[in-house]
């Protein structure tokens, strides 16, 4: 069955707006969710395959192997050294192909990038901790297992139950947050990886952990430089393509070469990627298979693995989810449908997989997962023209002559929606596991990794608005620009708002480096009430609107998740204007009755009066900024 040229997903059925009765609870119908994901998306499969052959493809997936990998092999490191080697390298290279082959061959959103994250490693080492504590860190592989078996049966349960579609109620407010947090943590590994080759014995000298920590920090610029010239007017746009599409393999060989050159650099002796047998855990088994014997477990301590287990699914189901939105995030021009509850119950499905393989537990990745879709993103360069004019402090409209500029503005045009790239990391991390390639692994620098921690670390927390609206609370006044909607606030309040997310960012730094941390999904899954329920009778409507917006706002990314949802200050807004006897914005599309209130027959209904007067305003004002200045340059747009 061919897909359709332009579906309209405004009016999926998938809905429970309107519903009455038990009809209209989640939980009552399972399989709804998963039903409509595979029922929207299958009609797409083989063009997925067709539309992955083109260079774009190529060089995106490129960029993100490396980006993937780097990071995965660095938390590796990470968990080795707090798990006494039970985890290796073989570990994360098979646990990056097993996320690669499941997602790519069967997942509904097939650009969300899947791997080793930074959180998860940090719950593996947090659990040996607690085994230690116990006194029964030989049952740790078990234990672990166990752990992973739980986490799949919550997975399975919440992806039947419909469960996934409470992340239509993600806003930039609790997303940024959660990407802010993992930034930080990005950053704080790098330099844990530095001061691990001044102390860990029998590894280096004072040398060789000088040397790394300049390799570290060398890398780091060269990848920030070469990502950056691809936003610039140097060169031509192909030069300018080719040097940010393959910065990573570029300074990865260059810095990795350098650290062999013969003398003083030569001979620091720099710790090392360490060796390993191909194909084979890191931790002798019986047999020499991946396997666990987790059926040795005691009864009890069985049971004490369910509530850790439900804490994984928590932070999967924030963490894996925020990464399939911000993969198909409303600056992408994404034509094919999302698949929230499949998706979530395939991750149940390599959870129980990693488990009982003893392999850390593969989810979605924050910071690279929207890097993955700008990567396979054709953006185009325009020469666009503008006029300014020069006015000295008092000078009034008018005065001084108009001057012309020349600039360069970039349009995001298509995204190449596919399964190769991920197919092809999935080979590639395979491939990875073989003895020769094995041996190119260790002549990498350990330092190296801080290196990767921390550019993907710095590329992640530049993008967050947090950071952006500090930047702008602290710019002088008359050099922003005034068609900033920031401009229509006060500043007072812009940092008021942004102290909410920086609150909830310190409380989970606070708690992951405490015994605790395996509690901090909590924390974060709690910014989502925080901000439907608290924030809009602290702030404005339009405050809000201004300073939030959803992370995902294509109808065909909502369509997967129950639709656009009305905004609480949006609500409590017309609800307001009613109680004053106010017609308020009633023009066309507009409705002074609530979006679950207006329905189509057989229970599709259109969502345009999801928005009113002052949403729709405040939207075409933003719309407009976005089309003047074109997509804004970052490490993220940088192969335009």
């Known amino acids: 069955m061919p897909p359709p040229s332009e579906p309209d997903f405004s009016a999926d059925p998938y809905t429970w707006e309107g519903l009455t009765g038990w009809k209209s609870y989640r939980t009552l119908r399972p399989f709804r969710g998963i039903y409509w994901d595979i029922r929207r998306r299958l009609p797409y499969y083989w063009s997925d395959w067709r539309d992955g052959l083109n260079y774009r493809t190529m060089a995106g997936c490129v960029r993100i192997f490396f980006i993937n990998l780097l990071p995965a092999l660095a938390f590796e490191l990470d968990m080795m050294r707090n798990t006494n080697g039970y985890f290796g390298i073989n570990e994360a290279l098979l646990s990056s192909a097993l996320a690669a082959f499941v997602f790519s061959l069967f997942s509904c959103q097939p650009l969300t990038v899947v791997g080793i994250t930074g959180l998860i490693s940090l719950f593996n080492y947090t659990i040996f901790a607690i085994t230690e504590q116990q006194g029964i860190a030989d049952l740790y592989p078990q234990f672990l297992a166990w752990c992973s078996i739980w986490a799949a049966i919550t997975h399975w349960i919440a992806a039947i139950c419909n469960w996934s579609d409470y992340m239509r109620y ?232 108009w001057i012309q500029h020349n600039r360069k503005k970039i349009e995001a045009t298509k995204v190449h929606e596919q399964r190769v790239s991920h197919f092809l990391m999935c080979l590639a991390f395979l491939g990875l596991m073989t003895g020769p390639l094995l041996d190119v692994l260790h002549t990498m620098p350990r330092a190296l990794f801080a290196g990767v921690f921390w550019i993907v670390g710095f590329t992640g927390l530049s993008g967050m608005n947090i950071v952006q609206n500090w930047i702008y609370i602290l710019t002088e006044t008359r050099f922003v620009d005034p068609s900033d909607l920031r401009t229509t606030l006060k500043k007072r309040r812009i940092a008021y708002y942004t102290m909410f997310q920086i609150a909830g960012v310190a409380f989970s730094l606070g708690l992951s480096f405490t015994r605790a941390s395996i509690g901090f999904p909590v924390v974060m899954i709690a910014l989502i009430p925080l901000r439907w329920v608290v924030l809009p009778r602290i702030f404005t409507e339009h405050e809000l609107l201004v300073l939030d917006a959803p992370t995902a706002e294509a109808e065909v990314v909502l369509a997967s998740i129950g639709g656009r949802p009305t905004l609480p200050e949006v609500r409590m807004a017309e609800e307001k204007r009613r109680q004053k006897g106010e017609s308020g914005e009633t023009g066309e599309g507009i409705s002074t009755k609530s979006g679950s209130e207006e329905t189509k027959a057989e229970g599709m209904r259109s969502r345009d009066g999801f928005r009113d007067g002052e949403e729709r305003e405040v939207e075409k004002e933003s719309a407009d900024e976005d089309a003047r200045r074109g997509v804004q340059a970052t490490l993220r747009t940088g192969h335009a």
Not at 198 to 216: M, N, Q, T
Not at 269 to 280: G, K, M, N, Q, S
Not at 335 to 354: E, M, Q, S, Y
Request: hydrophobic share 45%; glycine share 10%.
């Open 170 to 401: 993600i806003t930039d407010f609790s997303s940024n947050s959660f990407g802010t947090y993992v930034g930080i943590i990005y950053m704080v590994k790098g330099f844990q990886e530095i001061l691990s080759t001044y102390y860990v014995a029998d590894e280096g000298s004072p040398r060789a952990a000088y040397l790394g920590s300049v390799i570290a920090l060398c890398y780091f610029f060269s990848v920030w430089a070469l990502e950056r010239i691809g936003s610039t007017i140097l060169f031509t746009p192909r030069i300018r393509k080719l040097i940010s599409d393959f910065a990573y393999p570029i300074a990865t060989i260059f810095w990795t070469g350098f650290s062999h050159i013969p003398g003083h650099i030569k001979q620091a002796d720099l710790p090392r990627v360490p060796h390993t047998r191909a194909f084979y855990p890191s931790v002798p088994r019986p047999g020499g298979v991946w396997l666990v014997d987790f059926w040795n477990l005691p009864v009890k301590w069985v049971f004490v693995a369910l509530p850790i287990g439900i804490l994984i699914t928590l932070l999967f189901y924030y963490d894996h989810n925020i990464s399939s939105i911000t993969a198909q995030a409303k600056q992408f021009p994404l034509r094919k449908p999302a698949g929230f509850h499949w998706d979530f119950f395939l991750l149940g499905i390599t959870c129980f997989v990693g488990g009982v393989m003893g392999i850390p537990l593969p989810n979605g990745l924050v910071p690279q997962a929207p890097v993955h879709t700008d990567s396979v993103t054709e953006y185009v360069e325009l020469h666009a023209r503008s006029r300014e004019q020069d006015l000295k402090d008092g000078g009034e409209q008018g005065e001084g002559d």
